[in-house]
């Protein structure tokens, strides 16, 4: 079974431009959440989606918004990038809504210039 | 509070033991978690402890809870040199979010 798919790998934009990112969960997940990692740090919670609800969100401004299609896949948006934005952006899905078992992607490097 | 504390570094002889360790704060966090990413890589789960257990063990991986202290331990048995790897404690929090530590970077050396 193929595990949680990110697209693309790596990207590189300019400050002001906008960006998507896209993530597809592990076949019958149904809860897709995203997070930021900063080079040399943790990750940090962005957004959880579970049956296309937004049930949690990070400490992250509005440039920021997500979304959860009916196939269960996602996508990131950021508008306005920022240099501080560049960052390693990671997908996670899980089964529902707990955390018991959370599966992360690869990750898309994101560098803004 | 958030804050999920480790230490950076941790060197390792082949073969002998590593433990890694993480203070964290919600008393309340229900799961708690250890995370290895490799480098250009995403995270992989490596195993998880419920609150209301002190100990789990799985192959080569023990994790020791102390809920008084709110100190989590993994220990790993045997390191190999594929053990080499950032590895991250996580907690639960609001059911919704996982918050991480800053991660320790553990070099295994022949």
Excluded at chain 1, 88 to 108: H, Q
Excluded at chain 2, 57 to 82: E, M
């Amino acid at each position: 079974d193929a595990g949680v798919t990110q697209s693309p790998t790596h990207l590189i934009k300019t400050r002001g431009q906008h960006v998507t990112l896209r993530c597809s969960p592990i076949s019958g997940h149904k809860s897709v959440s995203w997070y930021q990692q900063v080079l040399g740090q943790g990750p940090q919670f962005i957004f959880q989606y579970y049956e296309k609800e937004e049930r949690g969100r990070g400490n992250f401004p509005d440039r920021f918004s997500a979304r959860q299609f009916p196939n269960y896949s996602s996508e990131l948006n950021v508008n306005a990038l920022l240099l501080g934005d560049s960052a390693l952006y990671l997908c996670a899905s899980s089964l529902a809504t707990g955390l018991e078992k959370l599966f992360f992607g690869s990750g898309t490097q994101l560098s803004v210039l | 509070g958030e804050d999920v504390e480790q230490s950076l570094f941790l060197s390792v002889r082949e073969g002998d033991s590593s433990v890694i360790n993480c203070t964290y704060t919600d008393s309340s966090s229900t799961y708690l978690y250890w995370y290895k990413q490799e480098p250009g890589a995403g995270l992989q789960l490596l195993t998880y402890i419920f609150s209301n257990m002190d100990m789990k063990q799985d192959q080569r991986l023990t994790v020791l809870l102390n809920k008084k202290d709110k100190h989590l331990s993994l220990r790993i048995a045997d390191t190999q040199t594929g053990d080499s790897a950032i590895y991250f404690c996580a907690e639960s929090f609001n059911d919704y979010k996982l918050s991480f530590g800053a991660g320790t970077t553990v070099t295994v050396r022949a």
